[in-house]
Nanobody, 124 residues
Framework: QVQLVESGGGLVQAGGSLRLSCAAS????????VGWFRQAPGKEREIVAR????????YYADYVKGRFTISRDNGKNTVYLQMNSLKPEDTAVYYC?????????????????WGQGTQVTVSP
């Protein structure tokens, strides 16, 4: 079983930066992809970014493109989300997730393993 633990959330002013980490443990960790998702109160969970574990190909949602960067450290089984130029509308609980499935990695339904989430709050 894979366990994912997020860290790095917090309170930041608009325009500031945070770096989230997602550490994986358990059996040998070699997923097809790892994604970062977020969910604001009253809203559906949405994808933020996703990275292929092998090769490192990345995808970003339009609303974070140019501001967020996803990266991975295969040796540490850790995925990062560097968030710059944060806006109040980025406020949400951020989750990392991993999938072994080749298809469906652009939506939450395509992921099998989830972390507990970390709160990100951006004040005006």
């Amino acid at each position: 079983q894979v366990q994912l633990v997020e860290s790095g959330g917090g309170l930041v002013q608009a325009g500031g930066s945070l770096r989230l980490s997602c550490a994986a443990s358990g059996r040998t960790f070699s997923p097809y992809a790892v994604g970062w998702f977020r969910q604001a109160p009253g809203k559906e969970r949405e994808i933020v970014a996703r990275i292929r574990w092998s090769g490192g190909t990345t995808y970003y949602a339009d609303y974070v493109k140019g501001r967020f960067t996803i990266s991975r450290d295969n040796g540490k089984n850790t995925v990062y989300l560097q968030m710059n130029s944060l806006k109040p509308e980025d406020t949400a609980v951020y989750y990392c997730a991993a999938t072994n499935r080749v298809s469906g990695s652009y939506s939450s339904g395509g992921y099998d393993y989830w972390g507990q989430g970390t709160q990100v709050t951006v004040s005006p």
